[in-house]
């Protein structure tokens, strides 16, 4: 798949040589290429033999200049350009690059020490959007890709510009973080970030739509997504992971981090984020394991997996499996502010009464210091095991732990009395 093509200008973008005629004119069908490609959330770029400011006017002029990132204009060799533009575009792969250009000898010497670049002649130009490689799900993100990388390239200058250390800078971002269980129309996104993301991808795999959809309808298996913000504009859903948890444990069947996200902690934040409420939610779970397929460029996602303590417990050929024993401590960035959703899918689903019951009796543990509550534990009334002070502290542990509101009416001993009917009432609430 492609995700980034690169023009020549001269009897390629246009027709004519700007250095000889200035009065060049777009070659039929180019802009509306442009434009279909631009949709799609494929990126742009020039590499091309010309003076930068009289091309960078022309451009203008042509109404144009704006589709075109990292533009390489010199008199250096195209191979060169191209692996700048692929440097400062997150280090896309070359495999995932195109290169268009009239001139045989250029098309030939990319192609010698770039095999893996996508290479056409000019007068292929106006039926690119119709070959396979140029083909990609689209969603309502994709056509701001380019914007997305703009506020990149703004967020980098700005960074270069910041006098102070990379951590006051990164706290001076403003990112906020929101994770929150998929909706239906967040697939597209999700398959194009899969397909688009090789280096933070435990398995370098894309799911189809409809598999996704399955696998939102299917018992015990959930998605999380995570959208960014921050100082320079919205970057829309950056992350997702899928969870099938299942026995005593939680698998994390297949995680994508942006590569836009690059260097900023957000790999950590989300997927420690969405360990710490697995754990939090599901607290007889021991345990988090996670498949890596290692390939070729996505050794940065075995990384994450290792910065967050994960351990390889199977070495296999083409997959290894790596576990992180519960309880997990959260240790983010402190620069991210993550917001959670309220209701994630990965709520406590309150069909599970053992585990409400197990958490329940957790929070009256802890308030007493002691380990001897079970489910029939009197909690309240005369042989009761909690003062008025310690109640009201549990009404506002279980409020904040399970997200409800104690009306006055709610106050009673049929309510309050033990475990069981704590449990009894949480059902009831939700």
């Not at 575009?89 to 098309?107: C, V």
């Not at 197990?358 to 009256?364: D, E, G, N």
Request: proline fraction near 3%.
């Amino acid at each position: 798949m492609i995700k980034c093509l690169i023009w020549d200008l001269d009897d390629t973008l246009w027709q004519g040589t700007l250095s000889e005629d200035g009065d060049v004119a777009l070659r039929p069908g180019v802009r509306e290429v442009l434009l279909t490609l631009d949709h799609r959330g494929i990126l742009q770029s020039i590499a091309s033999r010309n003076d930068p400011e009289r091309a960078s006017q022309k451009l203008a002029e042509l109404g144009i200049d704006h589709f075109f990132l990292y533009p390489q204009f010199g008199w250096g060799s195209k191979t060169a350009s191209i692996r700048k533009i692929a440097q400062e575009m997150m280090n896309i792969g070359t495999d995932s690059l195109a290169f268009i250009d009239d001139n045989p000898y250029e098309r030939y010497e990319v192609s010698m020490y770039l095999p893996d670049v996508y290479v056409y002649e000019a007068g292929a130009a106006a039926a690119l959007p119709k070959l396979p490689e140029f083909q990609i799900a689209t969603s309502e993100e994709t056509a701001k890709r380019r914007q997305q990388m703009m506020a990149r390239w703004v967020r980098n200058t700005a960074e270069q510009r910041f006098s102070g250390t990379r951590e006051e800078f990164l706290h001076s971002c403003d990112m906020r973080l929101s994770i929150q269980g998929v909706q239906n129309g967040d697939l597209l996104r999700m398959v194009e970030l899969a397909s688009r993301t090789t280096q933070f991808n435990n398995l370098v795999q894309a799911p189809s739509t409809s598999f996704i959809q399955s696998y939102m309808d299917s018992e015990g298996k959930y998605i999380y997504v995570g959208q960014m913000k921050d100082r320079f504009g919205d970057h829309g859903i950056v992350a997702m992971a899928m969870v099938h948890v299942h026995d005593s444990g939680a698998e994390i069947e297949l995680f994508c981090i942006s590569c836009r996200m690059e260097g900023r902690g957000i790999g950590t934040a989300f997927l420690g984020a969405v360990l710490s409420r697995i754990q939090q939610e599901r607290p007889l779970l021991t345990e988090a394991v996670c498949r890596y397929r290692l390939q070729e460029r996505n050794r940065p996602a075995l990384l994450l997996l290792q910065l967050l303590g994960f351990r390889c417990s199977l070495q296999g050929q083409q997959e290894s499996i790596y576990t992180l024993p519960f309880p997990y401590t959260y240790s983010g960035p402190e620069w991210i502010r993550l917001e959670m959703e309220k209701e994630c899918h990965l709520m406590i689903e309150l069909g599970d009464r053992r585990e409400l019951e197990h958490k329940v009796a957790q929070i009256v543990q802890t308030l007493l210091g002691s380990k001897d509550v079970s489910t029939e534990t009197i909690l309240l009334g005369q042989q009761g095991i909690l003062d008025s002070v310690t109640a009201v502290a549990l009404i506002v542990q279980l409020e904040q732990t399970f997200e409800i509101s104690f009306g006055d009416e709610d106050l009673t001993l049929d309510n309050l009395s033990s475990v069981e009917n704590i449990v009894s009432f949480l059902e009831k609430e939700k």
